[in-house]
Nanobody, 122 residues
Framework: QLQASGGGLVQAGGSLRLSCAAS????????MGWFRQAPGKEREFAAA???????YYSDSVKGRFAISRDAVKNVVYLQMNSLKPEDTAVYYC??????????????????WGQGTLVTVSS
């Protein structure tokens, strides 16, 4: 089970840190991803970390967002800096199915959290 939290309302240029608490699986041995879905748009990839610690980012968030994990707390984070109004979306964490598909494809992920809303005002 994945529980995302940390969303909220922030002004453009501000920062937020999202958390994804995992139960029933160990984040340090799983491929984890963050996706987002803006109103009226398809779910899109934001960031991922594989079990070895390799990082993957979409071009739209690269240099502003950072994915990390805490093995002791069993939590995956998404640090979001220099936020823009176009970052407004519901953010979801997910666990990728091992050996299946690409990190940037939502179809490659088998378990999803409930989502947390991030709203960036201009």
């Amino acid at each position: 089970q994945l529980q995302a939290s940390g969303g909220g309302l922030v002004q453009a240029g501000g920062s937020l840190r999202l958390s994804c608490a995992a139960s029933g699986r160990t984040v340090s041995s799983a491929d984890m991803g963050w996706f987002r879905q803006a109103p009226g748009k398809e779910r899109e990839f934001a960031a991922a970390m594989d079990w070895r610690g390799s990082l993957y980012y979409s071009d739209s968030v690269k240099g502003r967002f950072a994915i990390s994990r805490d093995a002791v707390k069993n939590v995956v984070y998404l640090q979001m800096n220099s936020l823009k109004p176009e970052d407004t979306a519901v953010y979801y964490c997910a666990t990728k199915v091992p050996g299946i598909g690409r990190y940037y494809s939502a179809e490659s992920y088998g378990y999803w959290g409930q989502g947390t809303l991030v709203t960036v005002s201009s």
